[in-house]
């Protein structure tokens, strides 16, 4: 960038006074989120009026009641809420409900997946991250299998809420954690042998 000096007219390069950084992580020690699996009544979970792991969701357009009122912010509903899945299960979702944002914000989840013996593995399985605007008020975040099946076992997802713009895997954008785990599918059931 250059601009011209006041007096004699000579250009001189603009110099960047406040250089862009990388953020660094400057957690100390280990950092307790609350835990959304356990929802209780009457107890806010930071931002989240509601929030579920499931198999998948529905868009339900009509929210105000009236057959072809649609509204711009359409209800999500979970489709088979828990937090057991199968290592075929493509995609574990996180559908949520939010009090109403004034602000853009974006939702991030990352996941990793727990040792045999308890620690969490600090190899990131994956993330995702969801800009919403300020009028809207339900999404959902996807937890995509690794591979061509999910390893079986136990995984943490740890949830991230930040303004649009800032990084959104930053330990103090951390609100909560959710837990799931992946077991192998139950083998077909044979029918009962049929004796005389």
């Given at each position: ?44 979970q ?13 868009v339900e ?20 809420p ?45 993330k ?22 999910w ?23 951390r ?22």
């Open positions: 960038m250059l601009w011209l000096g006041l007096f004699g007219g000579q250009a001189s390069p603009a110099k960047d006074l406040l250089s862009p950084k990388e953020q660094e992580t400057t957690e100390v020690g280990v950092t307790r989120s609350p835990s959304f699996d356990e929802q209780q009544q009457g107890i806010p930071s931002l989240f009026t509601w929030i579920r792991m499931a198999q998948g969701y529905e357009w009509d929210t105000f009641g009236r057959q072809g009122w649609y509204a711009q912010d359409p209800r999500l509903k979970p489709v088979n828990g937090s057991i899945f199968t290592p075929q299960t493509p995609v574990v979702y996180i559908v949520f409900e939010v009090a109403p944002l004034e602000d853009p914000t974006q939702f991030g989840v990352q996941w990793f997946r727990e040792q045999s013996d308890g620690p969490l593995n600090r190899r990131m399985g994956g995702d991250v969801l800009e919403m605007p300020g009028h809207e008020r339900y999404g959902f975040l996807e937890l995509k299998k690794p591979g061509e099946v390893p079986v076992g136990n995984y943490v997802a740890e949830l991230y809420i930040a303004p649009l713009g800032q990084q959104p895997f930053h330990a103090v954008n609100v909560g954690i959710m837990r799931f785990t992946i077991v192998e599918a139950d083998p077909p059931r044979r029918p009962p042998i049929q004796t005389k």
